[in-house]
């Protein structure tokens, strides 16, 4: 099966030959490389020219204006790949030489399968690992719907797209919703995704997810991004009766517990806000009265 990889990249030269490199050593070798630059302002340019020769690079964009979100790239790079399946192999990440090719099994084994993931150490710019995902099982074929209502509710179980293989003819049918998204566009990707067939998942260990200051999730669990991003997509998701109001109940209790343990690395600014989102998901909702908000709210006034 022909893989379109795009990496998206803004400002991270220092990290981009480790990633192009990785993508172009992998050992399934039935693939297409697409980079699009978008307006870095570093040494990008440079780096990314260097490979402009190499014969799986189809194409290189650099953008003329900024876009604002990772997400919009990431629509640009589908729309001009040509082959069946999509990697979204991230400029700051790298990854083992058989990721492709263990990913690319999910689809082999199972024709219904839009969606193949592996698992990923999270590390800093030391080599120092943070933690590891992991399955419960080496490799899992399981529905989709079933996978979002497992998997997908309390958190983004897929929270870096070089972890994950897709299938292209499946786009069209997913709400562009995502692309309005700084930070949580990825989790409703996969979530609306999933619902198109069955998820492949393996537990073996073949991603790099590295965090650093230059990341876009940094600055959004500093200003509480990351939680309003979160309740507005539970929302979304409750409104289109994709969850139940109980699956829903669940999902922002656990979002409330999280914004508890949480709330004190926030600035006060960014902690009213996401008050504010909590209280307007809440006040139609049997959770307003379970979580007794009300001095809370008082409290960050």
Not at 129 to 142: D, G, P, V
């Amino acid at each position: 099966m022909f893989v379109s990889v795009i990496i998206p990249n803004y400002n991270h030269s220092i990290f981009l030959n480790q990633r192009i490199d990785t993508v172009l050593n992998q050992t399934y070798r039935n693939f297409e490389v697409i980079i699009l630059d978008d307006c870095s302002t570093d040494d990008s340019k440079l780096v990314i020219e260097q490979y402009r020769q190499h014969p799986q690079v189809t194409q290189i964009i650099f953008n003329e204006s900024n876009g604002g979100t990772t997400f919009k790239q990431w629509e640009k790079g589908i729309t001009l790949a040509s082959g069946q399946l999509i990697w979204i192999a991230e400029s700051d990440d790298w990854c083992e030489p058989t990721l492709l090719e263990e990913l690319v099994q999910g689809f082999i084994k199972d024709p219904n399968c839009v969606l193949s993931y592996c698992q990923s150490y999270c590390v800093n710019n030391y080599g120092n690992i943070h933690w590891i995902s992991q399955h419960n099982q080496l490799t899992e074929s399981i529905d989709g719907r079933d996978y979002s209502l497992k998997y997908m509710l309390k958190n983004n179980t897929i929270f870096n797209a070089s972890m994950v293989l897709w299938k292209k003819d499946k786009f069209p049918f997913i709400k562009k919703e995502f692309t309005t998204y700084k930070f949580c566009g990825d989790w409703l990707f996969w979530i609306e995704l999933a619902q198109l067939g069955n998820v492949y998942v393996s537990g073996k260990i073949l991603n790099f997810f590295r965090k650093h200051d230059l990341d876009v999730s940094s600055g959004a669990y500093h200003s509480g991004l990351n939680f309003i991003e979160a309740l507005n997509l539970l929302s979304s998701l409750h409104l289109q009766q994709m969850i139940s109001s109980e699956a829903y109940n669940k999902a922002m209790k656990h979002q409330f517990k999280m914004f508890w343990k949480e709330k004190r690395d926030l600035d006060p600014d960014a902690r009213k806000k996401v008050v504010g989102h909590f209280k307007a998901c809440i006040h139609s909702s049997i959770i307003y009265y379970k979580f007794k908000l009300s001095a809370i709210w008082k409290n960050e006034k």
